[in-house]
């Protein structure tokens, strides 16, 4: 039997790290409770990401399913997202700490600190069996208002993280989408430069 994950890996042109290859954000998991060692672990390898300065700006809201947090994060939730994204175990919301430099001014790079953070947890939660699927689809306003979270953390990323499930679970549009084939632009589309 060819299993979703296995049609899933990545077709490179170069090689990369099979944990590289292999991981892929779906939209079906199953009703496992998470395996609170394999998220202690993403949640590790997210805390050991670089950052700029060692400033460290990422914060993160755990929220197991069945919790008054999880039901918080998944109200945020927008469009085909609420359908499918609360089935997972676990709703993760990825926050940055605002950061300013001596004049003032709002540092860019809290937002990039923040996605090698999300990078470095979904690898780390791929290889230990679990998956993820990041999104922007919510509302970021009412995110923060029901966590009464500071001016200055900002909810910048959900990400559904759980235990890989059946197509067949999802509604049929969405289980079309869940089985189409990972795609990529060419290296020629997005290298501008290489000499």
């Not at 009464?148 to 499930?165: E, N, R, S, W």
């Amino acid at each position: 039997m060819t299993l979703i994950t296995d049609l899933k890996s990545a077709q490179t042109t170069a090689p990369i790290l099979e944990v590289l290859a292999e991981r892929w954000s779906p939209r079906s998991y199953t009703d496992e409770v998470i395996d609170e060692e394999k998220l202690a672990s993403a949640l590790e390898a997210a805390r050991w990401s670089p950052s700029a300065g060692n400033s460290q700006p990422w914060r993160f809201i755990v929220a197991r399913r069945g919790t008054p947090a999880f039901e918080k994060v998944a109200a945020s939730l927008m469009g085909f997202n609420q359908v499918w994204a609360p089935t997972a175990s676990v709703l993760l919301v990825g926050l940055y700490t605002e950061l300013r430099d001596q004049q003032g001014n709002l540092r860019p790079t809290p937002v990039y600190d923040l996605g090698q953070a999300m990078a470095h947890l979904s690898v780390q939660a791929h290889h230990d069996g679990l998956h993820v699927h990041q999104m922007t689809g919510f509302v970021g306003d009412e995110l923060a208002a029901a966590f009464d979270l500071p001016a200055d953390v900002k909810p910048f990323v959900v990400a559904a993280v759980g235990t890989v499930g059946s197509p067949d679970d999802l509604d049929q549009a969405l289980a079309e989408r869940e089985r189409q084939p990972r795609t990529r632009l060419a290296l020629d589309d997005i290298v501008l430069v290489n000499e």
